[in-house]
T-cell receptor
Framework: QKEVEQNSGPLSVPEGAIASLNCTYS??????FFWYRQYSGKSPELIMF????GDKEDGRFTAQLNKASQYVSLLIRDSQPSDSATYLC???????????FGSGTKLNVKP | NAGVMQNPRHLVRRRGQEARLRCSPM?????VYWYRQLPEEGLKFMVY????????ESGMPKERFSAEFPKEGPSILRIQQVVRGDSAAYFC???????????????FGPGTRLTVL
C-alpha cells in the first residue's frame, strides 16, 4: 500500500515569514514528486516538481527532496495571505504516471 | 491555449440514475487521469487512460464505474446507479507524453461536483 503522509495542519504563519510544508512517502521506488496548491472549492494547481535529491528553487518556492529519508518538503518564503490554501504532495507510483496524493496541509498566512 | 476542460461543473442526480462526466485534455496532451476527492480529503487516483486504451484502472470501484477515452471526443467517466456515497468532486487531469522514465506534470481541470440526492 503506497502512502503519502502530510500533517493536516492548519499551519499558521505571519505574513512575510517562511512556511515549511513536509511530506513523507512509503515507496522507495518513487522517482517524481510534485507540489500542488488547492484553494477551497477549486482544482489543484501545480506549483513545482522535483526529481533529484537536493533543492530546487522557483521564485518564492523551494522544493527539497531527500530520497534516503523518503522526505520531500516545500518552503514558501515571504509568505503572503494569498498563499493561504491547502498544499498537496503527490508522488508517483509503480505505474509511473499514477500519482498518490497526501491529504494536504492547510496553510493560513495571517496579515 | 485552453486548459483541461470538464463538464458539467455541477451535476445533481437521484439515487439509481446515471452520471456522465466529461473531460477534454489540454491541447497536445495524450494522457488523461481521473481522481475523486471527498470533502477535506486528498485526491484518490481512479483511472489512467490514453486514446482508446485504459492503462491503469486500479483505483476504480469494481462495479458501476467505467471510463473511456475514445479516438475522437472527450474522455468519459460513467457512474451507473449512483448512490449517496458517490457524492464527491471528480477531477480530470492531463499530461503530455511520458518523459523518459519520469512522471510528467499533470494539469487539472476545474472538476465536476456530483451530488446524489
Amino acid at each position: 500500500q503506497k502512502e503519502v503522509e502530510q500533517n493536516s495542519g492548519p499551519l499558521s504563519v505571519p505574513e512575510g515569514a517562511i512556511a515549511s510544508l513536509n511530506c513523507t512517502y512509503s515507496d522507495r521506488g518513487s522517482q517524481s514528486f510534485f507540489w500542488y496548491r488547492q484553494y477551497s472549492g477549486k482544482s489543484p494547481e501545480l506549483i513545482m516538481f522535483i526529481y533529484s535529491n537536493g533543492d530546487k528553487e522557483d521564485g518564492r518556492f523551494t522544493a527539497q527532496l531527500n530520497k534516503a529519508s523518503q522526505y520531500v518538503s516545500l518552503l514558501i518564503r515571504d509568505s503572503q495571505p494569498s498563499d493561504s490554501a491547502t498544499y498537496l504532495c503527490a508522488v508517483n507510483g509503480d505505474n509511473f504516471n499514477k500519482f498518490y496524493f497526501g491529504s494536504g496541509t492547510k496553510l493560513n498566512v495571517k496579515p | 491555449n485552453a486548459g483541461v476542460m470538464q463538464n458539467p461543473r455541477h451535476l445533481v442526480r437521484r439515487r439509481g440514475q446515471e452520471a456522465r462526466l466529461r473531460c477534454s485534455p489540454m491541447k497536445g496532451h495524450s494522457h488523461v487521469y481521473w481522481y475523486r476527492q471527498l470533502p477535506e480529503e486528498g485526491l484518490k487516483f481512479m483511472v489512467y487512460l490514453q486514446k482508446e486504451n485504459i492503462i491503469d484502472e486500479s483505483g476504480m470501484p469494481k462495479e458501476r464505474f467505467s471510463a473511456e477515452f475514445p479516438k475522437e471526443g472527450p474522455s468519459i467517466l460513467r457512474i451507473q446507479q449512483v448512490v449517496r456515497g458517490d457524492s464527491a468532486a471528480y477531477f480530470c487531469a492531463s499530461s503530455p507524453s511520458i518523459a523518459g522514465g519520469l512522471a510528467d506534470e499533470q494539469f487539472f481541470g476545474p472538476g465536476t461536483r456530483l451530488t446524489v440526492l
